[in-house]
Structures are given as structure tokens and as C-alpha cells.
């Protein structure tokens, strides 16, 4: 009798460990140096020049978000009123100011997503407020012009004590992971501002936004026909010998 290979079960094991992130958002990391697929609203540029520190392993862009005072070393614009961050990102009126936003800066994108992918990002946030003060400036990200989400602000942030940015202090550059998503057209819309007063500036920078894919199911049927087939292989040495 010949004897039965496992070679199955080595190509269905390596079909679900070749499963990794998949760059489903346009520009997603920034890469074209611009804003390219993207909506801005205030203060907000690509930096591919590590101006604010480098980005993550493996990339070489970052988009930067900015708050009223980081206009003097983010060139993307002027701040706007925190009711026009509420308007663009599809938030209620008011919802901004009742946290006492003042000003701030948006970044958003429109993107397909299948059932069960879940929405990746990594971001820092930077600031020349010290921690302790009424003015505590916060960064956010709003997924489907409904749900927000705070990532930090200046008061619950654990700076790391100092940043290779213009600003004083920053983060550790962190990863967002959202919920699975239902299948069809979604939205991401990014934001920071200014808490209390406009003093003091403060930023986000986002970059590797991206989608986690769902695993194909005819990958799990391949794989536990494998196992399946590795059982028998096993049962059939053991009669052989």
C-alpha cells in the first residue's frame, strides 16, 4: 500500500496562516504623500518627512491632525469651529461642545468593507498641554457618521515624557481594532480639538488605517479535511507498524 502524504494538510494550514491585514482603504497609510482619497476639514497634512516623529515599522507617512496653535508648524490650514467637526462627521449638533470642544481639525474616508472585516489603525496623539489642566484636548475617531469613539485625551493619555515632534510631549503610537463590520459601504472619520480654550496646541497622527479580511470558509473545510486526512495518516502508520 502506498504511503498517504500529508501534503494536504501542509498546503490547507498554510492557506489560513497566509490570512493577514489587506490594505482595504485607499491610501490608508499615506503612501502617495498626500491626501489623496481622503476629506479634510481644518488642519490637517501628510508628513513624510518625520517632522512629528516617525511613523510606525514599515511605513513612511502619517497624516496629522492639528488643533488652533499647531498652525504654525502644520501648514494644512486653520482650525475650524468645533460645530463644523460635529457637521462633518456626520455627529449631532452639540455633541462636540457638550465635551467643550472649541476647535479642531477632521480627516475622513468612505470605504467597502465584506461582513465580519474590522476596521485597523494606528495613531498618536501630541501636546503641548500639560496634564492636570481644565483644558483637556482629545482625539477621537467616529465610525459610520454614529458611533464615536475617544481614543484619549490629555488627561487620560500616558505620555511617554517628551516627543521628536514640535510638541512637547506625545504617546507611544498605538492600534485601534474596531467591531466586525456588516457587509457594504462604511465611513472613518478621525478628529481632535482643542478643550476650553485655544492654548496649547495639540495633534493626532493616524496612519496604517486599514481591513482585517474574514477568512474564506473553504479555508476552514480545507483545513479540517487536512486534520482529518492527518488522523488517517497517523491510524495507518500505526497499522503498519
Known sequence: MKQLKPTLVAFSLSLL?????????????????????WTKAGNVAVDTVNQFGAPPAGFTAQAVLGTAES????????AVAAASLESFAGL????????????????????????????SFQWKLMSNDPQGSPADDTAYVVL???????????????????SASPLFDETAYLTFTSAPLTAGA???????FDSVDTLGASALAVTNVQL??????????????????????????????
Open 17 to 37: 496562516a497566509s490570512t493577514s491585514f489587506a490594505a482595504g482603504v485607499a491610501n490608508g497609510s499615506f503612501g502617495s504623500g498626500d491626501l489623496t482619497g
Open 71 to 78: 498652525s504654525s508648524f502644520l501648514f494644512g490650514g486653520s
Open 92 to 119: 449631532g449638533a452639540g455633541s462636540l461642545t457638550a465635551m467643550n470642544a472649541v476647535v479642531g481639525s477632521g480627516l475622513s474616508t468612505d470605504f467597502m468593507a465584506a461582513a465580519g472585516e474590522r476596521l
Open 144 to 162: 459610520d457618521k454614529t458611533t464615536f469613539i475617544k481614543l484619549t485625551s490629555v488627561n487620560s493619555a500616558s505620555f511617554v515624557g517628551s
Open 186 to 192: 462604511h465611513s472613518v472619520s478621525f478628529g481632535v
Open 212 to 241: 482585517a479580511p474574514v477568512p474564506e470558509p473553504a479555508s476552514g473545510l480545507l483545513l479540517l479535511g487536512g486534520l482529518g486526512l492527518l488522523g488517517l495518516l497517523g491510524l495507518h502508520k500505526r497499522r503498519a507498524s
